[in-house]
């Protein structure tokens, strides 16, 4: 007789995959694996990686293959309905390839997909067992990505996979010369502009010109400005004025952002993902969060009308380290195919 269906979450990042299998109760078996993704290689190379963790997850739990109920896989790239539609960090041959039904027929295995963030999202949400709320995720990192869990636990991807692209939604914050700043999508004064990696290397950029920071210890160096952007978190957490500045920005922006969104959704909970989950100066950045937020906010979305010890939008830094997105591919198929 079978043992009881086993779940897989595959989640491919940039160099590295991990992975991670449920048993048919939910809980983890066995360690999370890890193998290199090979994605800049074609996505053969990468599925044959996939197999490789695949059959190390099964050793560990002691099953086959043909216990395994299904796989939840998520890519480092926008996708629709299993179709990867932008390049990102990925080789040529992903594009406009339905990655998950080409999947699905070499392993045979029911398989859903969706993008990294999406799948941190249902990471988040199914890590906090007891939350009957929505939960959406908002990830600064090189980019600004988010996801969005509808209350009970299913995803929202929208009708075409395309939702919760929310670094791009427009924000009114112009640059000293009055300028909309530009987005890496060829779009002008997106959220993304002010609040992402990206955006904090031109913000540094156009900081340091000014007389103020000449003396500055990052104007006097001669790294680059991709060096400099990554030495201003320990900066701020030395209390250096300048890089404070900077990450104040980014949070009260991105807070003010996040207003416009929980107004569409209600999510109820907000979880900051990202690089900053982990900085020294996280709480300090979550106050710059909410003064944006509440800022643009309506009081309603702050606390409760009619009751008001009840907080109506929490805000949470995300718990599930760089694990979140393969235990919500894990969880996800789960749901869908137990
Ligand atoms: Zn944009």
């Given at each position: 007789?079978?043992?009881?269906?086993?779940?897989?979450?595959l989640?491919?990042?940039?160099?590295?995959?991990?992975?991670?299998?449920?048993?048919?109760?939910?809980?983890?078996?066995?360690?999370?694996v890890?193998v290199?993704?090979h994605v800049?290689?074609?996505y053969?190379?990468?599925?044959?990686q996939?197999?490789?963790?695949?059959?190390?997850l099964?050793?560990n739990?002691?099953?086959?293959l043909?216990?395994?109920?299904g796989?939840?896989?998520d890519?480092?790239?926008?996708?629709?309905?299993?179709v990867?539609?932008?390049?990102?960090n990925l080789?040529?041959?992903?594009?406009g390839?339905?990655?998950c039904s080409?999947?699905?027929?070499?392993t045979?295995i029911?398989?859903?997909?969706?993008?990294?963030c999406?799948a941190?999202a249902?990471?988040?949400?199914?890590?906090?067992?007891k939350?009957?709320?929505?939960?959406?995720?908002v990830?600064?990192?090189?980019?600004?990505?988010?996801?969005?869990?509808?209350?009970g636990?299913?995803?929202?991807?929208?009708?075409?996979?395309?939702?919760?692209?929310?670094?791009?939604?427009?924000v009114?914050f112009?640059?000293?010369?009055?300028?909309?700043?530009?987005?890496t999508?060829?779009?002008?004064g997106c959220?993304e502009?002010?609040v992402?990696?990206?955006a904090?290397?031109?913000?540094?950029?156009?900081?340091?010109?000014?007389?103020?920071w000449?003396?500055?210890?990052?104007?006097?160096?001669?790294?680059?400005?991709?060096?400099?952007?990554?030495?201003l978190?320990?900066?701020?957490?030395?209390?250096?004025?300048l890089?404070?500045?900077?990450?104040k920005?980014?949070?009260?922006i991105?807070?003010?952002?996040?207003?416009d969104i929980?107004?569409?959704?209600d999510?109820?909970?907000?979880?900051?993902?990202?690089?900053?989950?982990e900085?020294?100066?996280?709480?300090q950045?979550?106050?710059?969060?909410k003064?944006?937020?509440n800022e643009?906010?309506?009081?309603?979305y702050?606390v409760?009308?009619?009751?008001?010890?009840?907080?109506?939008?929490?805000?949470?830094?995300?718990t599930?380290?760089d694990?979140?997105?393969?235990?919500?591919?894990?969880?996800?198929?789960?749901?869908?195919?137990?």
């Amino acid at each position: 007789m079978s043992k009881a269906k086993h779940f897989v979450g595959l989640d491919i990042g940039g160099s590295m995959i991990k992975t991670i299998i449920l048993d048919s109760s939910g809980e983890q078996v066995g360690p999370i694996v890890e193998v290199r993704s090979h994605v800049k290689d074609g996505y053969e190379a990468t599925f044959r990686q996939l197999n490789i963790a695949i059959d190390a997850l099964a050793a560990n739990a002691g099953i086959s293959l043909d216990d395994i109920g299904g796989i939840g896989l998520d890519v480092p790239a926008p996708s629709s309905n299993g179709v990867i539609w932008g390049k990102a960090n990925l080789g040529d041959d992903w594009v406009g390839t339905d990655i998950c039904s080409k999947y699905k027929e070499r392993t045979g295995i029911p398989t859903t997909m969706t993008n990294d963030c999406n799948a941190a999202a249902v990471g988040e949400y199914s890590i906090r067992h007891k939350h009957i709320g929505g939960l959406l995720l908002v990830a600064p990192g090189t980019g600004l990505g988010g996801g969005f869990v509808l209350p009970g636990g299913k995803l929202y991807e929208g009708a075409n996979g395309l939702a919760l692209e929310v670094g791009h939604i427009s924000v009114p914050f112009r640059e000293d010369d009055g300028e909309l700043p530009d987005c890496t999508c060829g779009l002008k004064g997106c959220l993304e502009a002010w609040v992402s990696l990206v955006a904090l290397r031109r913000r540094l950029r156009l900081e340091l010109r000014k007389t103020e920071w000449a003396n500055h210890e990052l104007n006097t160096s001669d790294s680059t400005i991709e060096d400099k952007a990554f030495q201003l978190r320990t900066l701020a957490e030395n209390g250096d004025t300048l890089a404070i500045q900077l990450f104040k920005q980014q949070g009260y922006i991105l807070g003010y952002g996040i207003a416009d969104i929980v107004r569409v959704f209600d999510p109820g909970l907000i979880v900051i993902g990202g690089g900053l989950a982990e900085a020294k100066f996280r709480e300090q950045f979550m106050e710059w969060i909410k003064e944006g937020f509440n800022e643009r906010a309506w009081p309603v979305y702050r606390v409760s009308p009619i009751d008001p010890e009840k907080i109506t939008t929490e805000f949470e830094w995300a718990t599930g380290g760089d694990a979140a997105a393969a235990i919500g591919m894990a969880y996800t198929a789960q749901e869908l195919f137990s």
